[in-house]
Nanobody, 123 residues
């Protein structure tokens, strides 16, 4: 398994941008696809985006289309989530998670999770 730690969250005004990072430890990182989820207060986890182990394919949610970009650098064991044109409804704790196989849209498919990073978007 891999261990994951997110960073890059913070407070930003509506319309602004943030670039979240997900640092992974473990030699087998390049075998895992990585997904990003978020959880707002009193709401369930929500799929944001995912990227395959090679980085050749990505999956996105409707709200992320055209605003968010996911990428990875396997040489550095890093995955990134570039978020643009942020809205107050994007405020949540953002988590990265690793998946060896299965449905990337389902939270229970993922085997390793980071502790999360808080994103707050002010109006």
């Amino acid at each position: 398994q891999v261990q994951l730690v997110e960073s890059g969250g913070g407070l930003v005004q509506a319309g602004g941008s943030l670039n979240l990072s997900c640092a992974a430890s473990g030699r087998m990182f390049s075998r895992y696809a990585v997904g990003w989820f978020r959880q707002a207060p009193e709401k369930d986890y929500e799929f944001v985006m995912a990227i395959t182990n090679t980085g050749r394919s990505t999956y996105d949610s409707d709200f992320a289309k055209g605003r968010f970009i996911v990428s990875r650098d396997n040489a550095k064991n890093m995955v990134y989530l570039q978020m643009n044109d942020l809205k107050p409804e994007d405020s949540a704790i953002y988590y990265c998670a690793a998946i060896a196989g299965g449905n990337v849209y389902r939270r229970d498919s993922y085997t390793s999770w980071g502790p999360g990073t808080q994103v707050t978007v002010s109006s």
